[in-house]
């Protein structure tokens, strides 16, 4: 799920076929405890790139994104913190995420449907993607995320490569800009505030 703009825009996409097609660099595997802790704590939202013209133009109202995951590897869940910047307004969300860990997807319910996209990991730890509707020409895309709001060269050609491969143009590309971020305020009083909860409960303990 393009985590942040993505999720938005899963809501528009057909459910995707968990054995869809992936380039060389990429991998779809079953997701493990380890792939978890992986892709667990802060990530940023880079870029993304959706076939259907409908569904890219929501991807690209997203100014700057960066969101949280905490993977429960009991429940097979993973709580989504996502902090989105759009039409110059800082957005939040809290929600949760279903993880399938034989198909290699994460899912999560948008209108009464849930919505499932492929969990592509790279060689880099520092990076994944999020692949979507990967066999349905008209619904494909991409979504790219790094552990720091500053993506090397070598990061963004893998992206790039990952485009290429599946089919589409750089051109249908949208990218973020964390210098437009208007979200870290909201950010720094959300962890004050599970600050004081976590002192909080250890007083009473």
């Given amino acids: 799920m393009a985590l942040s ?11 995707l076929d968990a054995q869809s097609p992936v380039c060389a660099n990429l991998t779809v595997e079953p997701i493990t405890n380890a ?6 704590g802060k990530w940023f939202c880079i870029a993304s790139a959706f076939h259907n013209p ?4 929501i991807a690209g ?3 700057a994104g960066f969101f949280y ?5 009991t429940n097979d869940i993973v709580l ?6 759009i039409g110059d307004k800082c957005v ?11 198909n290699g997807t994460l899912s999560k319910y948008e209108s009464g449907e849930e919505q499932f996209a492929d969990l592509l990991l790279t060689k880099d730890p520092g990076i994944f993607m999020f692949g979507h509707s990967l066999k349905d ?12 709001p500053e993506v090397t060269e070598e990061q963004m050609r893998v992206f790039h490569e990952a485009i290429t491969c599946i089919g589409m143009q750089k051109s249908e590309i949208s990218y973020t800009d964390a210098k437009k971020d208007l979200c870290g305020p909201l950010d720094k009083q959300h962890k004050e505030e599970r600050q004081k909860e976590k002192e909080g409960d250890t007083a009473l303990g």
């Fill in 69 to 73: 995951m905490e993977p429960n590897h």
């Fill in 35 to 40: 792939t978890l802790d992986q892709i667990s």
């Fill in 80 to 85: 989504l913190r996502d902090y989105q910047t």
């Fill in 137 to 148: 020409e008209q619904n494909k895309g991409l979504s790219f995320y790094t552990d720091k």
């Fill in 54 to 57: 409908e569904v890219n133009q």
């Fill in 5 to 15: 703009w993505a999720l938005a825009a899963l809501s528009l996409l057909p459910l």
């Fill in 92 to 102: 939040y969300n809290s929600s949760y995420l279903k993880v399938q860990r034989e």
């Fill in 61 to 63: 109202t997203l100014q």
